[in-house]
Each structure stands twice: as structure tokens, then as C-alpha cells.
């Protein structure tokens, strides 16, 4: 929200209730990101790929699902468990289980979603989507 002399701007509704209420819609690909568990980290890389990485420090990779529905333009991240219930002491740990399940829509379905990688290492799983091809910028001559 704008305070200040220096960012005054007038309007009908007056730019704070303008901000108000576009600050106050879900952008979803941003705050899936950064609300709750795991931590999300989604940028482009230099080849313009989209990658989306999870901190997933302690999962195991079978425990871990990726599902990718290009009709639906979503991906979905989960996991059940983290493998915890294989130790003989699993009943009386106290730590909790880290089950989780995000979704990520493409709602500007400019990613190839048929052609996702993912990669789990060290507790990192990397997804990398690259765009379609014809959402990919390109010149035209003039004639």
C-alpha cells in the first residue's frame, strides 16, 4: 500500500483501495511458494525454463510424488510420509510427520508441461519445465 506525498495518485476509488484489493488476490504460483511446508523456491533459469525446487531435507525419493496434468495445466507435489514408519521406534518419536501435497497451476499455459524433468538429490527435488514453444518470444521482419 502507497503512503506518502511523494506516491500520492489521484482516482475515482483513490489508489489505496485500488492497492487494497490487488494486494489482497492470491497469486498462486507466489504464495504457494511461501506459505507452509516445504520451502518452494520457482525462478527461470537461464535457458528459460521454469525451475521449481523443495528444500525436502530427511524424504527418501520413493516416498516423494510428482503429477503432472497437462489437461488440467497443474502439477502437484506430495508426499505421505517421509519413510519414518519403517523404524522400529517410529511410535515413539515425537517429530512430526512432514506429509504434505502442493499444487502449482500455469494459469498463462505458456510451460510444456509433457516434458517436465525431475531430479531428487541431496534432499532437494528439482523440478525444471520448459516453456511451449510457440509462447516463446520471437522476431518478425518488416517488410
Known amino acids: 500500500m502507497s503512503t506518502g506525498i511523494s506516491n500520492y495518485r489521484t482516482s475515482v476509488l483513490g489508489w489505496n483501495v485500488f492497492d487494497d484489493i490487488f494486494n489482497s488476490m492470491p497469486n498462486t504460483w507466489v504464495q504457494r511458494t511461501t506459505e507452509g511446508y516445504p520451502v518452494a523456491d520457482i525462478y527461470r533459469d537461464d535457458s528459460g525454463n521454469t525451475v521449481m525446487e523443495f528444500a525436502l531435507a530427511g524424504f527418501k525419493k520413493e516416498n516423494l510424488h510428482v503429477e503432472v496434468l497437462p489437461e488440467k495445466m497443474e502439477i502437484h507435489v506430495s508426499s505421505d510420509s517421509h519413510g519414518d514408519e519403517e523404524t522400529p521406534n517410529f511410535k515413539s518419536r515425537r517429530i512430526a ?47
Open 97 to 143: 510427520r512432514r506429509a504434505f501435497h502442493k499444487t502449482y497451476v500455469n494459469y498463462d499455459n505458456n510451460l510444456d508441461l509433457k516434458s517436465v524433468k525431475a531430479e531428487f538429490k541431496d534432499g532437494l527435488l528439482r523440478l525444471e519445465v520448459p516453456p511451449r514453444p510457440e509462447a516463446e518470444p520471437f522476431r518478425i521482419g518488416i517488410k
